[in-house]
Nanobody, 125 residues
């Protein structure tokens, strides 16, 4: 599967942004899709994931109810709605996919074998 992330841009603190991850290829419904981010000078970190099939969602601890992940299997899209953005949310956001990923591994980037190119979100104070 090939992934393309979009929707990044400049937003003021307290604002919102919706990222999209578009997939191509077969069997999209069988993939857990996740968002990771890498802030300047920091390691890549898990943001959110939506499981294959039933669509169970997972979030990083720092999200604290601000972000919502969703998927549209018919359109092969995964969205990340981000609200109450803060300057510390500034990062390149990547979407990633893994087929039939075990629940224990959803936050571990090494288990995702398909990655999009990343989209930059800049939050100004």
């Amino acid at each position: 599967v090939q992934l393309q992330a979009s929707g990044g841009g400049l937003v003021q603190a307290g604002g919102s942004r919706r990222l999209s991850c578009s997939a191509s290829g077969r069997g999209f419904i069988n993939y857990t899709v996740a968002w990771f981010r890498r802030a300047p000078g920091k390691a890549r970190e898990f943001v959110s994931a939506v499981k294959y099939g039933v669509g169970t969602t997972y979030y990083g601890d720092f999200v604290k109810g601000r972000f919502t992940i969703s998927r549209d299997n018919d359109k092969k899209l995964v969205y990340l709605q981000m609200n109450s953005l803060q300057p510390e949310d500034t990062a390149v956001y990547y979407c990633a996919a893994a087929s039939f990923l075990h629940d224990d591994y959803y936050s571990a980037d090494r288990y995702y074998n398909f990655w999009g190119q990343g989209t930059l979100v800049t939050v100004s104070s």
